[in-house]
């Protein structure tokens, strides 16, 4: 389980294909703290690491993955969100995040407001709900949301934010990782099958 928040940005060091698997090397500054079959999330993804060499450590992802995800985009040199697993006396600092990425969205607009910036982001209407001042994970990043839409909803960025993690580097076009509230995801399995219940 993880929180959403960000604890380093990891280097995209060596990119190898597998049959339908895609292995990844990532340096960061916390790597000999890691251990293999440890979770961390990249970019809101929940991967499992492999192997741990002196300058880095390695994770895999299958096709689903890929598939469901950005990270088919990587590329050797890109800069890449990523956070531990929340300890069981830690606190929950964002919100409720599983690492299971439910669809990419497509960055829309990004407007820098004098201090901070407001990213409006698209996705496709069944994929999820949003409510104002809900939470959204996006690239791995636990954020508030501003403006709900069915197929949409904006967040803003704070300069801490913005300044420490790969937000700073989208633009509009990019996709990126959402994972929608759990609470939400739970809420609206429910109303569907007590709709289905009625019929």
Not at 10 to 16: H, L, S
Not at 50 to 68: C, F, H, P
Not at 116 to 134: E, L, Q, R, Y
Request: hydrophobic residues 40%; charged residues 20%; glycine residues 8%.
């Amino acid at each position: 389980m993880f929180t959403g928040i960000i604890e380093q940005q990891a280097k995209v060091e060596e990119i190898v294909k597998e049959q339908s698997n895609v292995h990844f090397h990532l340096s960061a500054p916390f790597t000999q703290e890691l251990k293999v079959d440890q979770s961390v999330a990249h970019n809101g993804v929940c991967l499992t690491v492999t192997k741990i060499s002196d300058n880095g450590y390695w994770v895999t992802a299958i096709d689903e993955t890929l598939q469901r995800t950005n990270l088919s985009q990587w590329k050797v040199g890109d800069a890449i969100n990523v956070e531990r697993c929340m300890p069981a006396n830690g606190r929950f600092d964002g919100h409720i995040v599983q690492g299971h990425v439910d669809c990419v969205g497509t960055v829309d607009e990004i407007h820098d407001l004098d201090g901070s910036w407001m990213i409006f982001i698209a996705h496709d209407m069944d994929a999820g709900i949003t409510v104002n001042k809900g939470s959204i994970c996006v690239n791995g990043v636990s954020l508030t949301v501003v403006d709900s839409f069915p197929d949409a909803f904006s967040v803003a960025i704070i300069p801490y934010t913005w300044e420490h993690t790969n937000l700073s580097a989208l633009k509009p076009g990019d996709l990126v990782n959402l994972e929608f509230d759990i609470l939400g995801k739970y809420l609206k399995k429910f109303s569907v099958s007590l709709q289905i219940s009625k019929k």
